[in-house]
């Protein structure tokens, strides 16, 4: 497999960790970079009203942080962060879409994922409608 870009989605639980190793090896084994991407749930306008619109969400500030933390171990991989608003799965559909990935890496909570997941499930719809290879981690 000759890839380009590979997407790491992360939600910072053991099972992305898990992913990031598997994520940096593929990319050190055939040359990609690593695209990692954090979902915020949307901003607090959409749950708590318009009186909220057009102000920064205070955890995003958190969520950069966190985010910029995680890097590939090996330093030669070159390396990307990206956060994405709104429902994860759907976010993370549209960001290979645009930005041609060819692989994408996943954590998964339980090995549900990789037994028919529940309905709804990030890993399972983005496994069930990514064009491209999907590999599904399990801490």
């Known amino acids: 497999m000759q890839a380009r870009k590979i997407l790491l989605g ?19 084994a055939t040359g990609a ?23 920064a969400d205070p955890g995003i500030a958190e969520l950069a942080k966190r985010l910029a933390e995680l890097c590939p171990s090996d330093s030669g991989v070159p390396c990307e962060h990206r956060i994405l608003a709104g429902d994860a799965a759907t976010e ?4 290979i879409h645009d930005e041609q990935i060819d692989a994408v890496v996943l ?4 090995d ?15 496994l069930r409608k990514a064009h491209c290879p999907v590999m599904i981690c399990k801490a």
């Not at 993370?92 to 960001?95: D, F, G, V, Y």
Request: aromatic share 6%.
């Open 10 to 28: 992360v939600d910072f639980s053991p099972a992305s960790r898990k992913a990031l190793e598997w994520a940096s090896a593929l990319a050190q």
């Open 33 to 55: 970079s690593l695209l990692i991407a954090a979902v915020e749930p949307g901003q607090p306008t959409s749950h708590f009203g318009s009186i909220y619109q057009g102000l």
């Open 92 to 95: 993370l559909l549209k960001l």
């Open 107 to 110: 954590g998964s909570h339980d």
């Open 112 to 126: 549900a994922t990789l037994r028919h997941a529940l309905l709804g499930s990030t890993a399972e719809t983005v």
